[in-house]
């Protein structure tokens, strides 16, 4: 047998980790993005399961798959995510099925992200920024605070979603900075 297709490459952050442990395993480029984004103030950090913020990401997100014409997961997957998330969380008693982080730069929004919550794992389904967002490192930010939120809510480990070193390596040099470990399926083998 031999592989015609490689296997798909996410990274997985342990959220067990105490906080000095998950900074400690930082890419130091990563840090000091991180540290930038911490001094500046005026950039206030917003995690929690807002349905209407989590609206406004899914148009940033269409817009921004159809400005830089990519295609993914249909945004109303989201919308029945939180719907299924909202009965299961009133019939249990739990957690919501997704956090959003949100970065504001003297009253705008500049950058967010979603995670999806799923047993004691949290995926990284999208963000979105803009050049005021980008310029502020706000994305480094948002992940940190959105680290500690996901472990107080009971979550384990953070998937942060497909590395493509070769499409997509800006994104992929951000999730490989967290320091976390990668992880790559078998691929397509004949």
């Keep these: 047998m031999h592989r015609v297709m490689t296997g798909y490459s996410t990274v997985h952050i342990d959220l067990e980790q105490d906080e000095a442990s998950l900074r400690e395993r930082l890419d130091a480029k990563w840090r000091n993005r991180l540290t930038r984004a911490q001094a500046q103030s005026e950039l206030k950090i917003f995690v929690n399961a807002n349905r209407a913020r989590c609206e406004w990401l899914l148009e ?42 949100r970065a504001d730069l003297n009253g705008d929004t500049v950058a967010a992200m979603l995670f999806l919550l799923h047993g004691r794992t949290a995926t990284y389904h999208i963000g979105w920024a803009d050049e005021a967002g980008r310029e502020s490192n706000a994305h480094n930010r948002i992940l940190w605070e959105s680290l500690a939120h996901l472990r107080d809510l009971g979550v384990a480990r953070l998937d942060l979603g497909g590395v493509n070193t070769h499409s997509l390596p800006g994104i992929s040099r951000f999730k490989l900075g967290t320091g976390g470990e990668v992880v790559r399926l078998a691929g397509t083998w004949h």
Excluded: C, S, Y
């Design 60 to 101: 940033r997100e269409r817009e921004q798959r159809h400005r830089r014409r990519f295609l993914g997961l249909p945004t109303g997957f989201v919308a029945k995510w939180m719907d299924l998330g909202a009965k299961d969380v009133r019939a249990r008693k739990t957690r919501p099925a997704f956090v959003i982080g």
